[in-house]
């Protein structure tokens, strides 16, 4: 079965410093892959996704991400954190088939300090 | 502005009396589905919906129902709320019901049940 794992529940950083958020997933083949994030008080929002092609794909807001097929991982990264990244994040994976499926991940909280 | 609206944003209930909480959308998307995000459990699908009188149970059903009856609304409805219905609760829509395609989220609507 899928299943979404996302080791760090609560992540603390300061602000200008560097991010990378874990995920990692179980499936038996290449599944599709996403991100998304959620601001306090506000619904889910995609900032990256990858379906195939290029292992790192870029998002909105300075976000990145690498597919690694050998370590089932798909961590997001940033460079340098902004105060307005503080939020909570999934990781999603969904099946390569005809079906609206997602598996969400427990998300990871992230605070940044000034 | 293309957005998903729900109602209401907060609401507390006592244990039995029916409520219902709407959906909206007006991106004219086939596909609309509910979660309810619990912490350390991430984002759960309740039910879903492939298109107008087209619904189906997601992973976590049970106490729930929803209709479709026209295209833009996707109401859910607790016909006799439980406390361990407490949680928060999001909408979404997708132009049609492919992994691959966006989903946008509403803001969610934070239910107590007591």
């Known amino acids: 079965a899928q299943s979404v794992t996302q080791p760090d529940i609560h992540i603390t950083v300061s602000e200008g410093a560097s991010l990378e958020l874990r995920c990692n997933y179980s499936y038996g083949a290449t599944p599709y892959l996403f991100w998304y994030v959620q601001s306090p008080g506000q619904g889910l929002q995609l900032l990256l996704k990858y379906f195939s092609g290029d292992t790192l794909v870029q998002g909105i807001k300075g976000f990145e991400a690498e597919f690694k097929r050998s370590q089932s991982s798909f961590n997001l990264r940033k460079p340098s954190v902004h105060w307005s990244d503080a939020a909570e994040y999934f990781c999603a994976v969904g099946r390569r088939v005809n079906t609206d499926k997602l598996i969400f991940g427990t998300g990871t909280r992230l605070q940044v300090f000034p | 502005e293309a957005q998903v609206t729900q109602n209401p944003r907060y609401l507390i209930t006592v244990t039995g009396k029916k409520l219902t909480v709407t959906c909206s959308q007006n991106?004219?998307?086939?596909?609309m589905s509910w979660y309810r995000q619990d912490p350390g459990l991430g984002l759960r699908q309740i039910y879903y919906s492939m298109n107008v009188e087209v619904t189906d149970k997601g992973d976590v059903p049970e106490g729930y129902k929803v209709s479709r009856k026209e295209k833009r609304n996707f109401p859910l409805i607790l016909e006799s709320p439980s406390p361990n219905q407490t949680s928060l609760y999001f909408c979404a829509s997708k132009i049609r019901g492919l992994v691959d395609t966006e989903a946008f989220f509403g803001q969610g609507t934070r239910l107590t049940v007591v």
């Open positions: 991106m004219n998307h086939e596909y």
